[in-house]
């Protein structure tokens, strides 16, 4: 009882925010409490902290990576080009701008995509002048996108990296099932959209009040050097696989080095455009803190019990077939982090699948189906990833209010039906791959 008490004061907290607390100082806070009642040991800190290093310092990276690229104009360049494609044609630009969203969601992970994308979409709406309803259709399509499209690789997510350390999934086989399962879920995600809000959508919009693509570019340098970056990061992320080498330590060396070519460290600074430590400054320290007190924290509710009840239920669905238990772990999982945030669920659902006594091919299905329940089933709630939350703050800054009652109604209408498309879509296309194990 102790240790679900202080996560509910914790995750709270997190929530919050009173006073402008941050979410990792609420973490932390609620980490000592549980560390000085008992409900977790110090010999957690290390289990806990080996569980989730390589994937927080790999984040942190990532979106250091993000916020250089995007003031040097790299994502606001895209997404007027894609504006331009849509050739004044609303109807068009809809999927486009969807598609643009799951590129960026999949290559500088769900947050970044929510972080980047909605500001940018937001101020092209204004310039070409939509309706409110109209601007609403396209803000909601950026949102559900950046956690829709993000399992495709193990940095796509701050989850898929938890799960791919925590059951040793290399990167090559990690893409190998979720690329896949990923274009399911963009495809379903944008039916259900077209949908829902088709109707809102402008037959027709104004190309003179668009900019050209090459006006959004700030560092013609940077600009320049982003596209061999990103190809040799990915294929570094393939060629490393075999050497064990950490996913952080790759994604932070293409980090120093983007953060060498914006600061001119050459030149001493001198024709800098984008200001490096401006970026390391506002980069999310708070994560770093956040990931070791609540998983801290939720480790303690699975040391009170909540692991074994967990591994209980996986066993009664792995007795059901291999659909009944890829949904069922799919479903639980989105639903517990829709309750708790994802980060932590996705420890809560890794222990209680590690501690499931499952035949390996069910175990791994389970283990995927964990991993997609954790990157889609959030958005039934505000507070079930931090990339909704971080939309949601960054929303709210442009005078785009959306209260909890009408996120709900959207997520509730558009993310089962999804999940269970990709979810479906795993069950039949994980066995034709070779077995992992």
């Known amino acids: 009882m102790l240790a679900l008490i202080?996560?509910?004061?914790?995750?709270?907290?997190?929530?919050?925010?009173?006073?402008?607390?941050?979410?990792?100082?609420?973490?932390?806070?609620?980490?000592?409490?549980?560390?000085?009642?008992?409900?977790?040991?110090?010999?957690?800190?290390?289990?806990?902290?080996?569980?989730?290093?390589?994937?927080?310092?790999?984040?942190?990276?990532?979106?250091?990576?993000?916020?250089?690229?995007?003031?040097?104009?790299?994502?606001?360049?895209?997404?007027?080009?894609?504006?331009?494609?849509?050739?004044?044609?609303?109807?068009?630009?809809?999927?486009?701008?969807?598609?643009?969203?799951?590129?960026?969601?999949?290559?500088?992970?769900?947050?970044?995509?929510?972080?980047?994308?909605?500001?940018?979409?937001?101020?092209?709406?204004?310039?070409?002048?939509?309706?409110?309803?109209?601007?609403?259709?396209?803000?909601?399509?950026?949102?559900?996108?950046a956690d829709t499209a993000s399992l495709p690789l193990v940095t796509s997510n701050l989850v898929n990296i938890v799960s791919a350390n925590y059951f040793d999934i290399g990167f090559g086989r990690y893409a190998a099932v979720m690329v896949p399962v990923n274009i399911v879920s963009v495809i379903a995600t944008l039916a259900v959209l077209w949908v829902v809000y088709a109707r809102h959508i402008p037959r027709q919009y104004s190309m003179d009040d668009l900019s050209t693509p090459a006006s959004a570019i700030e560092d013609p340098l940077v600009f320049k050097a982003a596209f061999p970056l990103l190809a040799l990061l990915l294929m570094a992320y393939f060629a490393t696989e075999s050497?064990?080498?950490?996913?952080?330590?790759?994604?932070?060396?293409?980090?120093?080095?983007?953060?060498?070519?914006?600061?001119?460290?050459?030149?001493?600074?001198?024709?800098?455009?984008?200001?490096?430590?401006?970026?390391?400054?506002?980069?999310?320290?708070?994560?770093?803190?956040?990931?070791?007190?609540?998983?801290?924290?939720?480790?303690?509710?699975?040391?009170?019990?909540?692991?074994?009840?967990?591994?209980?239920?996986?066993?009664?669905?792995?007795?059901?077939?291999?659909?009944?238990?890829?949904?069922g772990t799919g479903f639980l999982s989105a639903i517990v982090a829709s309750i708790m945030n994802n980060m932590p669920a996705t420890l809560v659902g890794a222990l209680a699948i590690d501690s499931a006594q499952v035949p390996e091919a069910t175990r791994e299905l389970m283990i995927y189906a964990n991993v997609i329940g954790n990157d889609l089933g959030p958005k039934f709630t505000p507070i079930g990833s931090l990339a909704?939350?971080?939309?949601?703050?960054?929303?709210?800054?442009k005078d785009y209010k959306i209260s909890w009652g009408q996120y709900m109604k959207i997520g509730l209408l558009i993310t089962p039906p999804v999940l269970l498309a990709t979810l479906l879509a795993l069950v039949f296309w994980l066995p034709y791959l070779p077995n992992s194990y």
């Open 6 to 145: 202080i996560f509910i004061v914790t995750l709270g907290l997190v929530i919050w925010q009173p006073k402008g607390l941050g979410i990792g100082w609420s973490a932390l806070g609620g980490a000592l409490i549980a560390l000085a009642f008992g409900v977790v040991q110090w010999s957690d800190v290390g289990i806990v902290w080996d569980i989730v290093w390589d994937a927080t310092f790999t984040f942190v990276a990532l979106i250091i990576i993000s916020l250089i690229l995007d003031r040097a104009g790299f994502f606001g360049w895209a997404a007027l080009h894609v504006a331009r494609l849509g050739n004044g044609q609303g109807h068009l630009l809809f999927p486009m701008i969807v598609i643009l969203g799951a590129f960026i969601s999949a290559f500088f992970a769900n947050d970044g995509a929510a972080l980047l994308l909605t500001p940018i979409v937001i101020a092209i709406l204004l310039r070409l002048k939509f309706s409110p309803p109209s601007a609403l259709a396209f803000i909601i399509a950026t949102g559900f996108i």
């Open 243 to 327: 050497l064990g080498l950490h996913i952080s330590l790759v994604t932070g060396t293409a980090a120093l080095l983007l953060m060498a070519i914006a600061s001119r460290f050459w030149q001493g600074g001198r024709g800098a455009v984008v200001s490096v430590l401006d970026v390391v400054r506002h980069a999310p320290w708070q994560i770093v803190l956040f990931s070791i007190g609540m998983y801290l924290v939720v480790y303690g509710l699975g040391n009170a019990g909540l692991t074994a009840y967990g591994a209980q239920v996986l066993n009664w669905l792995g007795q059901q077939g291999a659909i009944v238990a890829t949904l």
């Open 388 to 397: 909704t939350l971080l939309w949601l703050h960054v929303l709210a800054e």
